[in-house]
């Protein structure tokens, strides 16, 4: 066994060493208060300077936005439990083997510049019209702005699946005249 290894095992735990939360778990042992704590949140594992962490601070270590992603935590025995961005999360707690991120619960989008919400993970342009309460919903189509600003246009295909992301995506209505510009 390596010596880094050595120091992360729950009967080779130094004041000042990195507390291996898994292991911990594993061991059936709680896990002292000590200075740095390892933790898997995803499929990569991360180091925190403390023992009192936030559901915000788990995400942003691991390189995801809050507002694009759920977190869980996995205790043993049990199934998973949600953590909000600003609960506190004690890693010194026994029982926790690891955390992981899932997309969203609710997708926030706008359409011509008012916020919009869904739990659905893809709409079509018709109903993200009528969810906005364009009216009548035949006399309008769908234009996506991208974040570069670039546009797609759904006047042609209504119906065609759009996948919602995050963060946001930005939508305008566009009137149809009754007579076509060329």
């Known amino acids: 066994m390596s010596k880094i ?24 042992k709680k896990p002292p208060i000590g200075k740095k704590y ?39 025995g049990c199934d998973f439990e949600k953590i909000s961005p600003a609960e506190s999360v004690d890693l010194s707690k026994p029982g926790i083997e690891h955390f992981v991120m899932k997309d969203p619960e609710v997708f926030h989008y706008t359409v011509d510049g008012e916020p919009e919400t869904t739990d659905e993970k893809s709409l079509t342009a018709l ?39 995050c963060p946001g995506l930005k939508f305008i209505s566009v009137y149809k005249s009754a007579t076509e510009v060329a």
């Open 38 to 76: 390892k933790v898997k949140i995803g499929d990569e594992t991360f180091v925190f300077d403390h023992h009192l962490v936030t559901g915000k601070e788990l995400l942003v270590k691991a390189g995801k936005t809050p507002e694009c992603y759920s977190l869980y935590q996995k205790l043993k």
């Open 127 to 165: 109903q993200i019209l009528e969810a906005a309460g364009v009216s009548p919903v035949s006399d309008y189509y769908l234009v996506l702005v991208n974040a570069d600003g670039s546009q797609e246009s759904y006047k042609d295909k209504p119906n065609a699946p759009i996948v919602m992301k």
């Open 5 to 28: 290894n050595e120091k992360m095992t729950p009967d080779a735990q130094g004041a000042d060493d990195v507390v291996d939360v898994e292991a911990y778990t594993k061991a059936d």
